[in-house]
């Protein structure tokens, strides 16, 4: 092992604004880390980013509608073969 592994780094505080989220985020929070999107809408909030409830749902929603087609596709290529 190296030496500077055992060293601890120090903590630096974001110096960047808060940005409204990505689409990528919010479906990621959604559905990978089953965060409902109130609670999301109040934790950008808390950063400083005011976003209505209804935006955030619009955005899942355009996701999905554009994700469509590829969810169409996964069960043929998923089945498996009968034995």
Same mark, same amino acid.
């Given at each position: 092992?190296? %030496? ?5 780094? %120090?903590? &630096?505080?974001?110096?960047? =604004?808060? *940005?409204? %989220? ?6 990621? $929070?959604?559905?990978?880390?089953? *965060? =409902?999107?109130?609670? *999301? ?5 808390? $950063?400083? &980013? $005011?976003? +209505?409830?209804?935006?955030?749902? +619009? *955005? &899942? ?5 554009? !994700?469509? #087609?590829?969810? +169409? !596709?996964? %069960? #043929?290529?998923?089945? !498996? #073969?009968?034995?």
């Amino acid at each position: 092992m190296w %030496p500077a592994a055992n060293r601890s780094l %120090p903590v &630096v505080a974001s110096s960047r =604004p808060a *940005q409204k %989220p990505r689409a990528s985020s919010v479906l990621i $929070e959604k559905y990978g880390q089953h *965060q =409902p999107l109130n609670r *999301q809408a109040v934790r950008y909030a808390w $950063e400083g &980013v $005011e976003l +209505d409830l209804s935006m955030l749902a +619009d *955005q &899942v929603g355009g996701c999905v509608m554009l !994700l469509r #087609p590829l969810y +169409d !596709l996964l %069960p #043929p290529m998923c089945s !498996l #073969p009968s034995a």
